[in-house]
């Protein structure tokens, strides 16, 4: 079954952001990332799909792009109600269409360390994982580890709890795949015990309705932080993260991430990088934008790849 739809995109639109998040793998199993395009596997309500997102050759004029799923199921079966809005949703996440900068770069542009940075990265947006389920995960993945390391965490958790669309790709699982792990299906694989305990556990209370990851009018942002802080092995940057991540939050203080105190350093000019309370309180003065921030941030650190998030 196919469910086919297009998108706008912005004037200016930075093709090659899209194209360096999702082929930070090289060997990736659930996504396939050309010039032309990126395939991307993922289950939805239990279904495989796999959703393919045209990009467009320039970043000139206003555009559009061509989407199509190729939703797995069977002829007799119909659409399942939802799933279709699922779909163009993880679309504009994976093409960062959710936050629009235009407000933080007229909020930079006074401002004497940011305003600099911001006019040498014209155009960044914030690409987002296709769910906030698979932005949670990553997030707990990536705790305390470098990025090559978490990346090839990230592809065994796939093939791990995962399943494979009818044409091959792999799937990225959803929370009653993970939920159905063993410890050990993960530490056997270079996970550490409280990394792989802290995602099954995760993806236990997701599964069980314990744990509602769904922000709507009656479960806020501000609660559904509440509820994560309070799993065990969930701390304050990872949910923060995933806010950027997943839910496209605006204000996210990632003053406990390496990569963006490295890059305050750099701006600053400083000998070694400011600590987490000085971070935070840097941060702070960026407030309400302080995800743009943290973006252009990471992108001033391109030419080190192993401290960008």
């Not at 004037?11 to 395009?37: I, N, T």
Request: aromatic fraction near 6%; proline fraction near 6%; include cysteine.
């Amino acid at each position: 079954m196919k469910h086919a739809f297009a998108l706008a995109l912005p004037a200016g639109y930075r093709v090659q952001d899209v194209l360096a998040f999702h082929s930070r793998d090289a060997e990736s199993v659930a996504e396939q990332v050309s010039p032309q395009a990126i395939r991307k596997g993922m289950l939805l309500d239990g279904v495989p799909v796999v959703l393919e997102v045209a990009l467009p050759s320039s970043a000139g004029g206003d555009a559009c792009v061509a989407c199509e799923a190729d939703i797995d199921l069977p002829r007799a079966r119909k659409l399942p109600a939802g799933l279709a809005a699922r779909i163009e949703a993880a679309a504009r996440n994976i093409l960062g269409l959710h936050i629009d900068p235009a407000p933080f770069v007229a909020f930079a542009r006074g401002d004497a360390l940011l305003g600099p940075l911001v006019a040498r990265q014209p155009g960044l947006r914030i690409v987002q994982s296709a769910t906030v389920f698979e932005a949670l995960t990553w997030a707990i993945i990536g705790q305390q580890i470098n990025l090559p390391f978490a990346i090839a965490l990230r592809r065994t958790f796939i093939l791990q709890a995962g399943r494979q669309h009818r044409d091959g790709l792999w799937c990225y699982p959803e929370a009653s795949d993970v939920a159905r792990l063993q410890v050990e299906d993960l530490t056997s694989r270079k996970f550490s015990r409280a990394k792989a305990e802290t995602l099954i556990r995760f993806a236990q209370l997701v599964a069980a309705g314990e744990l509602d990851i769904e922000e709507r009018d009656d479960n806020p942002i501000p609660a559904i932080c509440k509820n994560l802080l309070a799993v065990k092995g969930i701390g304050p940057w990872t949910v923060n993260y995933a806010l950027l991540r997943g839910y496209g939050y605006a204000d996210c203080s990632l003053h406990g991430d390496v990569a963006i105190r490295a890059a305050l350093q750099r701006l600053l000019g400083e000998d070694s990088k400011p600590d987490m309370a000085r971070t935070e309180q840097i941060l702070q003065q960026w407030q309400p934008h302080r995800t743009m921030a943290a973006a252009h941030l990471w992108a001033s650190l391109a030419d080190r790849p192993n401290e960008s998030a």
